[in-house]
């Protein structure tokens, strides 16, 4: 999976790994992490695809977003608010099938597509290295979702 809209801000763009999340007996959403020639250094450029399995509102996807961030360390209640705004103004509610892919840029902001097309980009200083946390970070409430995704390379 490389879509040339990813290519444009990853270049050689190639799948690291890929993981089904659920929850309980739900099926949410399929996610492939792509990086450079496929190789995970931890380190901007990479892109997070998450194509889901059920219809989730916006909003819903912003709060989850919040949730998780929470967990991480260096993050203020400040900074949760505002983002969740942000995401709101950036997430759109999706539908069996659609797909949401999340770019960690170098410059240290996120670009957002949905289904291929540019849904907005979250320039906030913090806010991509805590996003994309929510899944690679050490402090993921998902470890077993995580070391799919990174497929065992070294991080």
């Given at each position: 999976m490389s879509d040339a809209f990813i290519s444009q801000d990853v270049p050689d763009a190639k799948s690291v790994g890929s993981a089904r999340f659920s929850v309980l007996f739900w099926d949410v959403y399929d996610a492939v992490l792509l990086?450079?020639?496929?190789?995970?250094?931890?380190?901007?450029?990479?892109?997070?695809?998450?194509?889901?399995?059920?219809?989730f509102d916006g909003k819903d996807i912003a709060a989850r977003?919040?949730?998780?961030m929470r967990r991480q360390s260096g993050v203020t209640t400040t900074q949760l608010e505002k983002w969740q705004k942000l995401m709101e103004s950036v997430f759109p509610n999706v539908k069996r099938g659609?797909?949401?892919t999340g770019?960690?840029?170098p410059n240290g902001s996120a670009r957002f597509f949905y289904n291929g097309q540019l849904a907005g980009d979250?320039?906030?200083t913090g806010f991509a290295k805590h996003f994309f946390g929510i899944w690679l970070g050490e402090q993921t409430s998902e470890p077993e979702f995580r070391d799919k995704l990174l497929a065992g390379a070294i991080r």
């Open positions: 990086a450079p020639d496929g190789k995970w250094v931890s380190q901007p450029p990479y892109a997070l695809s998450l194509t889901y399995l059920r219809d977003s919040v949730k998780e659609d797909t949401l770019v960690y840029l979250v320039t906030d």
